[in-house]
């Protein structure tokens, strides 16, 4: 069953990598015409599964790249692929295949909250199924072989988005990070390995594949992720009862602000909304759905933002001054944006 622990467990991602036999790994694939191969192949089989949409990075402009990465769909790898990096989308962006990024396949699947189990299951048919289909690189030894040793084994990396306002930028969040390698785990930034905590969201996710089983690593994760939301949570409300109106002062300015601001730059935005899903967290803002606001952060990411701001259909963008700039009218678009959504979503 689906569990957020109050909003600290945000989301949930299993992928499982890949390579198919016959083939050069994605990184030393120098022939087009292969590479190609690859897509060809893959994508039909996906699409003989189910209803999936096709995305060559050779085909799609920059900004529609970045899209797909701030909604996590594709990673940073494979935007810059533009030789030969495709993704497979199914119509709800829950499941997706990467093809040529480091390995020639990465499936994954996306749920809400820390349910890796569930996320398992759904990706768990599509991969037999290529597996039926395709030859799999695969040792009696040391199970699938990967382009990274780190993902020899079951190839199953299972990670969870969790929101650590109270532990980010103190010493608390440093001892999580060793405490993970100790487990064989690891935390990191919001895209990933070398990426930041943005609007303090972490990523929580098993280091070691080889030698154990997809069950194992989710448990072990899971597992974790459950005593640090634990910690999470008694912080917070430590921190509260000892700091009150400072904290509620804190969230219900940043509450005010996103308000009725009229200009919102995307760093603001991120600082003020996270102290906002603290009060949330806290009990003293109500929303309707406290996942709302962990979409509108990935809704007004940039590239995201400038596509509907560009789409035409909305009446802020044609009321905003013809004579600002790019950057500025994202901006000012951003606040209108921002302050529309939080009419449906704080009670």
């Known amino acids: 069953?689906?569990?957020?622990?109050?909003?600290?467990?945000?989301?949930?991602?299993?992928?499982?990598?890949?390579?198919?036999?016959?083939?050069?790994?994605?990184?030393?694939?120098?022939?087009?015409?292969?590479?190609?191969?690859?897509?060809?192949?893959?994508?039909?089989?996906?699409?003989?599964?189910?209803?999936?949409?096709?995305?060559?990075?050779?085909?799609?402009?920059?900004?529609?790249?970045?899209?797909?990465?701030?909604?996590?769909?594709?990673?940073?790898?494979?935007?810059?692929?533009?030789?030969?990096?495709?993704?497979?989308?199914?119509?709800?962006?829950r499941m997706s295949v990467m093809i040529n990024e480091e390995d020639h396949i990465r499936e994954q699947c996306i749920l809400n909250g820390e349910d890796l189990m569930t996320a398992y299951s759904k990706l768990y048919p599509l991969d037999r199924w290529l597996n039926n289909n395709l030859k799999f690189c695969k040792s009696q030894v040391y199970g699938y072989i990967t382009a990274c040793p780190t993902n020899l084994g079951t190839g199953l990396r299972a990670s969870v988005m969790m929101f650590l306002p109270t532990l980010t930028g103190t010493d608390l969040i440093n001892d999580l990070y060793r405490k993970a390698k100790g487990k064989g785990l690891t935390v990191r930034g919001v895209f990933g390995e070398g990426s930041k905590g943005e609007s303090s969201l972490y990523q929580v996710s098993n280091e070691v594949t080889l030698g154990r089983t997809e069950t194992s690593i989710i448990k072990d994760v899971q597992s974790y992720v459950k005593e640090i939301a634990d910690i999470e949570q008694v912080n917070a409300l430590s921190y509260y009862?000892?700091?009150?109106?400072?904290?509620?002062?804190?969230?219900?300015?940043?509450?005010?602000?996103?308000?009725?601001?009229?200009?919102?730059?995307?760093?603001?935005?991120?600082?003020?909304?996270?102290d906002l899903k603290l009060g949330v967290m806290l009990g003293i803002i109500k929303v309707k759905e406290i996942?709302?606001?962990?979409?509108?952060?990935?809704?007004?990411?940039?590239?995201?933002?400038?596509?509907?701001?560009?789409?035409?259909?909305?009446?802020?963008?044609?009321?905003?001054?013809?004579?600002l700039d790019n950057n500025q009218r994202l901006d000012v678009f951003r606040a209108q944006y921002v302050k529309n959504s939080l009419k449906n979503v704080l009670v």
Request: hydrophobic share 40%.
């Open 1 to 93: 069953m689906t569990n957020s622990y109050n909003g600290t467990a945000v989301t949930c991602r299993v992928r499982l990598a890949r390579n198919l036999s016959g083939y050069n790994f994605a990184s030393t694939l120098t022939d087009r015409g292969m590479a190609k191969e690859i897509v060809n192949r893959t994508y039909k089989l996906v699409s003989d599964f189910g209803k999936f949409n096709l995305y060559e990075m050779s085909k799609i402009s920059a900004e529609e790249a970045e899209q797909l990465k701030e909604r996590y769909v594709i990673s940073e790898a494979l935007k810059k692929n533009t030789f030969s990096g495709a993704v497979a989308v199914d119509m709800a962006e």
């Open 241 to 274: 009862n000892r700091n009150k109106y400072k904290v509620e002062d804190t969230c219900f300015r940043a509450k005010a602000i996103l308000e009725g601001c009229r200009v919102l730059s995307y760093q603001e935005f991120t600082y003020l909304l996270s």
């Open 291 to 323: 996942g709302a606001l962990d979409d509108l952060l990935v809704k007004c990411r940039p590239a995201t933002l400038t596509a509907l701001m560009l789409s035409g259909e909305s009446a802020v963008n044609r009321a905003i001054d013809g004579f």
